[in-house]
């Protein structure tokens, strides 16, 4: 359970607050209130908190003073509501909820709106209710919402566990779940598609929130039958025809800033240019990684770069607290300053630049000037969750031999092509030498090997393909074991004996990322929870995964996400050509395809 | 339950029309959509409907039709959605939930949401879900708020039944509970009283909202406790001032305009003119007497009138549509033409002057300019709901009398004083002549009998005591059985003989309101439901209030509000003076007064 008692719980206390009966716990003096409600800066306020709550906000708080009252002096800052990310994934700052919490806290961030979505891949619902239950222990409020779509693509990959009909109707009862996650199979549910309507409705029928997800420039017929199926939100726009169709078919308007996405710019002229009513737009980041977070800030940096692309700071604001919460059907619980909301709140002393100067949370001082004041509290995860890289058997350079079909000295075989600052690739076509009945990658047009190793199960398979793009020399390898959407393990390599060594390696860690060249590793991130998080600090995580980066380069790889391009060569939902443990997948015509060539 | 399957029961449908496959019931062509999300006009739309639910709104329905669907040309007219009543009780319109739908569905409302508080107080909750079952007939949406302060002056009443905090919790699973009816004992939250805390504190448990009513103009401390106390909204507020105090304590602003209330003009200021946010404004009616549905209209009156208050006609229907709909959770059910929203919407030539020329709810046209085209279901009303006016015995004149404390020839006396255009009274006291042994009246100085007579329990109780200020000349009486919060019987005469025949009429025809004269019935509305409703058309009812409101003239009655005048006489939450079946109450500091002054 939440560690806070329920409004209608303490009401007496904070009415006994609010009227002088009983003194506050904590009273801030001279803020300038930014109250989201009114959309209005109220001067000289005073805001006094009760039993983690907001009991009185108002002129002059003198009257819930007592000799045990903590005051804190304002001095004219503003006082602003504790930030929320309408949507975002845990897993993706490679952190566990307890050390997500802790890097983001001292940037103003007090909810999250998160979904699972990475370790129900590889641990199913048991994977879920850890991340709930670690959830529940932290000091701000980090709200679930249960993973829909498991696989992503049903019959194109294996993932460690799958989402059933059944697992949704029990997650709607756990209390930290507010809704079901992003619906990612958008032409699923236009096909009509009974599991995932069943979804649908037993998060409705639960009185939940139904995330969505269409990842489709297409605004026909398809969109408004996806919207007609009852997906309630989007974050996938790009365009500001997407954020003004979203919204004009009642459905919220996510824009993200993440690590990768840049998507509030060119959407946010809905509401500045267009005109349109802003209370349907929410601001999230869906997936910052750790050198992000540490780096460049959380949801501090999403509402600064709104406003500076033109959003006024209060309807910014509004986008990051009060249209968040209301959207989740917890208006009265979070997201604005005002009685009886848990009292999240940042002082900040300009709402341009959003420096974020102190953080409460539930009435509680976590942060000062980026500085945490508190440790979050770690969860239980039992020791098979740490153990997630399960391999058969050592692998060897022969696991990552490609046999030639025949012996005519060369083939044509499908090459999965990166493309520069885009997620999807590209169904290169190329032909191949044969060596000692081997098809060989070839460094000088910089085809490499690409391996999707299982490792969920100890099946021992091993996919093998080829991949251009990465400008890879000498000889080296990288593995990740974060391999959207299954996460099995990814390797990527100029050389099949440097990719078992470091599929080896990931096996010995259970998890992570590692990089290799010369029979000698260049970097290492650790990541054993469900082979995607760490324990860790973010800084130390973030420190690692820039070495790692680095190594990447140093290995001759000049693209700008090079690690998230690595990561997504195995997510069969985003086109053209994609490598999962079922093999090579025809990501246009979402069909399994063979690696030679026809001719 | 309600007549129209959940939106997740029918998403697959609601898909295939949008895409294309199946045929839609219903399309509107050619409709300028009112978008209350974007807050936009948007021409040259379509609008597709199936099951009731809308499934397709955009360009072109081509796609979704079919052999059978309906088309309708709207020719440009502007497609509104309907509108909504965001507080409001059926019995002051003296018709049943039935009749009431009748005659308000020509004026454009498809949604109600309805505290049977009158109800309640003469059949407690039993009278609630006679109201809950009759509205869950209807072919709008009637949502019902549980009452939450029966009596609403504990110890200075008895009403017909009480409330408890078991009563609130069971109906909290019926399945037309929207939430808790309004919290008039604002006092008692400031006090922190335990049974209203409970009743709040079932509600929220239970994820329903928690309806406000804070009659004072106070707004210090008391008002901050009473927000603190978790009531999410209020329609009492009269002034600016208000409507700001409430949107900056996170509570909605209702602005009423009812049969006597004008609360909108000075309030919507506060957006037109301070520039609030005007997510948090809600419209609604609060109490509408037969006459003004029959003749000047409901919602679509609210809304025009805020026009006419200088408010854009966009953001006036967002107040009775999608703000009223989102404060009661219920945005994605009702209150926007959007996707999986249920059909309810208006066809209207003007957003300024607001004709209703069609009105449409869950797909089905129910009215074409003014008139009604299907007909409304009655309840299943059981036998004694509607003989609820038990006297122990026909009265007679001598039951009226009030003897004289001594024989001095005169007494000192507190007379109730009317107050022309307000719902205070004035505690006027004056002396009495005394002849006979009895107090008597003076014509002269328009001072006239006044008497509480019990009607719930038949036990023969009558509480006399006097009234000045309607200017009734001649020997009369007027009697009601409508008389708040109570609902026992109020009869006001010059006469004991009119009062005695006035009195015995109303238990004669099982409730309502009579005026004699001379011996003679001058006029006459039954109201046999439980005392206080007609299953009658409202114009019936209308023209028989009509009738008594002229007859109350012809005995030199003057009052703008006479009818309601006379039946707040026993409210004992207004100040100052008040009668109840217990005795005279002192509304200034809420405790029994004698009738007679001491020295």
Redesign the interface.
């Known amino acids: 359970m939440h560690s806070i008692p329920?409004?209608?719980?303490i009401?007496?206390e904070?009415?006994?607050?609010?009227?002088?009966r009983k003194p506050a716990d904590l009273v801030v003096r001279n803020a300038a209130w930014v109250?989201v409600?009114?959309?209005?800066v109220?001067k000289n306020s005073d805001i006094a908190v009760s039993n983690g709550r907001f009991?009185?906000?108002?002129a002059d708080a003198g009257?819930c003073v007592g000799a045990d009252t903590v005051i804190v002096e304002a001095d004219g800052m503003y006082a602003v509501p504790g930030l929320c990310d309408g949507h975002m994934h845990i897993e993706s700052g490679m952190l566990t909820p307890a050390r997500f919490a802790e890097a983001v806290i001292p940037h103003g961030t007090t909810t999250l709106f998160a979904d699972p979505h990475e370790i129900a891949n590889v641990l199913g619902l048991q994977g879920v209710r850890l991340m709930h239950d670690e959830a529940l222990l932290q000091p701000i409020n980090i709200f679930m919402q249960m993973p829909s779509c498991i696989p992503s693509a049903p019959g194109l990959e294996t993932p460690g566990a799958t989402i059933r009909v059944e697992d949704v109707e029990e997650a709607m009862r756990w209390p930290g779940i507010i809704g079901l996650g992003e619906m990612m199979n958008f032409p699923g549910?236009?096909s009509?598609d009974?599991h995932l309507?069943a979804e649908?409705?037993a998060a409705?029928?639960a009185?939940k929130t139904v995330g969505g997800h269409y990842a489709s420039p297409d605004l026909g017929?398809?969109f408004?039958?996806y919207?007609?199926?009852?997906p309630?939100d989007d974050h996938e726009g790009t365009r500001e025809a997407d954020a003004?169709m979203r919204?004009?078919?009642?459905m919220r308007c996510m824009m993200r800033l993440g690590s990768a996405w840049y998507d509030v710019e060119k959407q946010i002229t809905a509401v500045t240019e267009k005109?349109?009513?802003p209370?349907?737009f929410i601001l999230c980041t869906d997936d910052c990684h750790p050198g992000t977070l540490v780096g460049e800030g959380h949801m501090d940096r999403v509402v600064r770069h709104a406003v500076t692309c033109g959003c006024e700071p209060l309807v910014a604001l509004?986008m990051a607290t009060l249209n968040s919460a209301?959207h989740f059907?917890l208006?009265?619980e979070i997201g604005?300053i005002?009685?009886?909301?848990r009292a999240d709140f940042i002082l900040s002393s300009c709402l341009r630049t959003l420096p974020v100067e102190a953080v409460y949370a539930r009435g509680r001082h976590l942060a000062e000037n980026g500085g945490l004041l508190v440790a979050t509290t770690h969860g239980d995860w039992p020791e098979h969750a740490l153990r997630m890289v399960n391999l058969k058997r050592d692998l060897v350079a022969d696991d990552f031999c490609i046999k030639a079909p025949g012996n005519t000295g060369e083939v044509a075989v499908k090459v999965i092509g990166v493309v520069e600052n885009q997620a999807p690739t590209k169904h290169l076509q190329t032909t191949l030498a044969i060596r000692d009945g081997r098809v060989e990658g070839c460094r000088e047009r910089d085809i490499c090997q690409i391996a999707l190793v299982e490792r969920h199960r100890g099946t021992g398979g091993v996919i093998n393909a080829f991949v251009s793009g990465f400008g890879y020399t000498g000889r080296m390898a990288l593995a990740s074991t974060i391999a959207h959407d299954s996460h099995h393990m990814i390797v990527v390599g100029t050389d099949r004996e440097q990719m078992a060594l470091a599929a080896n390696r990931l096996a010995a860690v259970h998890g992570g990322m590692t990089i290799w060249r010369d029979g000698g590793e260049l970097a290492l991130v650790e990541l054993p929870v469900a082979g995607l998080m760490s324990q860790r600090r973010a800084r130390d995580v973030a420190a690692e995964a820039g070495r790692l980066s680095a190594a990447m380069a140093e290995c001759g790889c000049q693209l700008n996400n090079a690690l998230m391009q690595h990561s997504l060569l195995a997510l069969p939902v985003i086109p053209e050509l994609r490598i999962s443990d079922l093999g090579l997948v025809d990501a246009v015509d979402f069909r399994l395809t063979s690696l030679f060539s026809e001719i």
């Open positions: 329920a409004w209608h719980e009401a007496e904070l009415i006994d607050v609010a009227v002088g109250n409600h009114s959309r209005e109220l009991a009185y906000c108002g009257h549910i236009v009509g009974g309507l649908i409705a409705r029928a009185g017929a398809d408004h039958a919207a007609a199926g009852g309630a003004v919204i004009r078919q009642g005109g349109l009513d209370r349907g509004q209301a059907g208006e009265r604005s005002a009685p009886g909301r």
